[in-house]
């Protein structure tokens, strides 16, 4: 079955660095999109990052633009999210999920980890 195991969360300051892992098992990885969510308590997930098989597509939110960079490793079917100049408002908990945002706009719908959570404080 699909497996999806997040890591590397932790609480930092405004400005710092974080990378999130995310390893994955039980299906064709290497076939597969990848994509980082997140979701701030009381409120809806939010898409941030998708990578294609093979690393040649990836977008963003406007909201990560320019801060995170999402890669992966077909090898270590993993992916990966760097989070650079953290905000307060990027606390979250985030998690991967397998493929592309559905038309629908359904994240929920996504399969995903348990998540890690990031927290930015001062």
């Known amino acids: 079955q699909v497996q999806l195991v997040e890591s590397g969360g932790g609480l930092v300051h405004p400005g710092d660095s974080l990378r999130l892992s995310c390893s994955a098992s039980g299906f064709s990885f290497d076939e597969s999109y990848m994509t980082w969510l997140r979701q701030i308590p009381g409120k809806e997930l939010e898409w941030l990052s998708t990578?294609?098989?093979?690393?040649?597509?990836?977008d963003y939110a406007d909201s990560v633009k320019g801060r995170f960079t999402i890669s992966r490793s077909n090898a270590k079917y993993a992916v990966y999210l760097q989070m650079n100049s953290l905000r307060p408002e990027d606390t979250a908990v985030y998690y991967c999920?397998?493929?592309?945002?559905?038309?629908?706009?359904?994240?929920?719908?996504?399969?995903r980890g348990q998540g890690t959570q990031v927290t930015v404080s001062s």
């Open positions: 999920a397998e493929g592309r945002r559905p038309i629908s706009g359904n994240l929920e719908s996504m399969r």
């Open positions: 990578i294609g098989r093979y690393a040649i597509y990836t």
